[in-house]
């Protein structure tokens, strides 16, 4: 059974920091590329960070390019997210996904992405 687990959001200042983690379970993780997505209320579900299943690749939007950063640990089957000078508008449900991938292809499209956790609130007040 393939499980990905979000942790470390909550309720933090514009201008702050937050760090997310998403455990990985029931795949092998280094042939999986991870990526973070958010949905904030009322609008889609957007591509944050992208990362290769080796980490030696990653992407990441322009609205969070410089301020967040998404690394991996494969030894421990986690991927991270360090989101740094945090802004109101970067409120909204962040969750990891799995992507098989035996490339070093990077992709931002969602429906790319086979297996999703269940999302954690990130909610940055002004």
């Known amino acids: 059974q393939v499980q990905l687990v979000e942790s470390g959001g909550g309720l933090v200042q514009a201008g702050g920091s937050l760090r997310l983690s998403c455990a990985a379970s029931?795949?092998?993780?280094?042939?999986?590329?991870m990526g973070w997505f958010r949905q904030a209320p009322g609008k889609e579900r957007e591509f944050v960070a992208v990362?290769?299943?080796?980490?030696?690749?990653?992407l990441y939007a322009d609205s969070v390019k410089g301020r967040f950063t998404i690394s991996r640990d494969n030894a421990k089957n986690m991927v991270y997210l360090q989101m740094n000078s945090l802004k109101p508008d970067d409120t909204a449900v962040y969750s990891c996904?799995?992507?098989?991938?035996?490339?070093?292809?990077?992709?931002?499209?969602?429906?790319?992405?086979?297996?999703w956790g269940q999302g954690t609130q990130v909610t940055v007040s002004s």
């Open positions: 996904a799995a992507r098989w991938s035996n490339t070093m292809a990077l992709s931002i499209n969602p429906n790319s992405y086979k297996y």
């Open positions: 990362i290769t299943w080796n980490g030696g690749s990653t």
């Open positions: 029931g795949i092998i993780f280094n042939t999986y590329g």
